[in-house]
């Protein structure tokens, strides 16, 4: 797993990253599946979205650990990249950088002011990570 700060299109973030065995098409299809982040989002219990896959201005809400449920609005999607602002506040960034035939890397882009949040990007880069090699 890397953590870097970066220089994004919404400004600095703390990325967490990992690589994975599987083409980019594959694991940007996970990312954007809104049925799907369930399984990948530590934090999601359950979504209602207005597209099944994520587009800009996708909204929705999401069921938090906690059985909250927040509005999101998907803000940007576009060239393997997807930001979004949950209850109004510009959350993390999600893309996926092909590395070649069947590798890639998938990144979350976490503002600095959530720092704290790294920790459960990286769980759940993990199990990215685990569904799309054993789907691959």
């Known amino acids: 797993m890397d953590l870097s700060l970066e220089r994004t299109p919404e400004g600095r973030r703390l990325c967490v990253a990992e690589r994975v065995a599987c083409p980019a098409t594959a694991a940007w299809s996970l990312l954007t ?43 940007s999607c576009r060239a393997y990249r997807w930001g979004w602002r949950v209850a109004g506040v510009p959350a993390t960034g999600h893309r996926v950088e092909s ?32 569904r799309c090699e054993r789907d691959s």
Not at 52 to 59: E, I, K
Not at 110 to 124: D, F, M, S
């Open 33 to 75: 599946d809104t049925e799907r982040w369930p399984e990948w989002g530590p934090s999601v219990r359950a979504v209602e979205a207005t597209d099944r896959y994520v587009r800009a201005g996708t909204t929705g809400r999401v069921r938090t650990v906690g059985g909250l449920w927040l509005p999101f609005e998907v803000t």
């Open 99 to 130: 590395l070649g035939h069947a590798t890639c890397r998938v990144v979350f882009e976490v503002p600095p002011v959530a720092a704290p949040y790294v920790v459960i990007c990286a769980v759940a880069i993990r199990r990215i990570v685990d």
